[in-house]
């Protein structure tokens, strides 16, 4: 698979492949982090790879060198171009992970109502520094986020918010290359298309997936994720706001993903 690192997942501990027999490749894979993604039943009706990495240690909001090396392990061989479902934005790092598996030039195109760059001195991988880690990947030639309340320029990490990139689209013309990796967090969605526990932005569902054909029309894209899931929904499933932001948050992961896969068998990369 272009810009990825060669190898696809067998069958190995901690990894179950479902309705994927025949592909050389899942389109959609599924890490599992905080048990936020077992109520969502119609997602996980779509074929896909599940990865449990519930049993690894603290890896919430900050991983320190031995929960990534753990996670490492178990990303180890996997490949993309797939949409990867990360759990709550608490896991937002991970992207970082995936984006040091590219072996080709690339611009990161990030959805976030957050710039995701922490401060100077963080040395820890966290769910608010791992851009700035991002930064700093030789293949990664530039960094593009979406969703920010204030607009930033600077060489390589151009930041808008919604509104200007609605009115313009000049994130388009501000992507260095053809290939792209995509990472969504549904933060920048309003509060009626998500439910996350970070502030939210106002972008709507729709305004998001016509962000999202722009740049399927106009570029490669060699992988992407999406998180922000509520992580009450692994504590309290039953709950009756539980199960509503559940049911939101869903009917966004399911928009998302069938409109990559039409990217996918579009580009006949899926069959």
Not at 86 to 113: A, E, M, Q, W
Not at 130 to 146: D, E, G, N, R, T
Not at 147 to 161: D, E, M, W, Y
Not at 249 to 263: G, P, S, T, V
Request: with cysteine; aromatic share 10%.
């Amino acid at each position: 698979m272009t810009g990825f690192q060669e190898g696809c997942f067998r069958k190995r501990k901690n990894v179950i492949h479902i309705g994927v027999k025949g592909m050389d490749f899942a389109p959609i894979t599924i890490l599992n982090l905080d048990d936020t993604y077992p109520s969502q039943k119609r997602l996980l009706t779509l074929p896909h790879r599940w990865i449990d990495m519930s049993d690894i240690r603290s890896t919430n909001m900050i991983a320190d060198p031995f929960s990534v090396k753990a996670i490492q392990s178990r990303l180890s061989r996997w490949e993309g171009p797939s949409v990867v479902f990360l759990g709550s934005g608490n896991y937002h790092y991970i992207t970082y992970l995936l984006l040091k598996k590219i072996t080709v030039p690339f611009t990161l195109v990030l959805f976030d109502r957050h710039t995701d760059l922490g401060q100077k001195e963080d040395d820890y991988l966290s769910c608010g520094s791992w851009v700035s880690f991002a930064l700093k990947i030789p293949f990664c030639q530039k960094v593009l986020i979406i969703g920010p309340p204030k607009n930033v320029r600077t060489p390589k990490l151009s930041v808008f918010s919604a509104d200007q990139a609605n009115l313009n689209k000049k994130f388009l013309r501000e992507i260095a290359g053809r290939d792209i990796y995509i990472s969504i967090d549904k933060d920048v969605l309003s509060e009626t298309c998500a439910v996350t526990n970070w502030d939210q932005g106002e972008l709507t569902l729709d305004e998001l997936l016509a962000f999202l054909e722009a740049l399927f029309a106009e570029k490669h894209v060699i992988g992407m994720d999406v998180c922000g899931e509520y992580p009450k929904a692994s504590i309290s499933p039953w709950d009756p706001l539980v199960m509503r932001a559940t049911k939101i948050n869903e009917k966004a992961n399911l928009q998302i993903a069938r409109h990559y896969l039409q990217y996918m068998k579009k580009n006949r990369k899926v069959v």
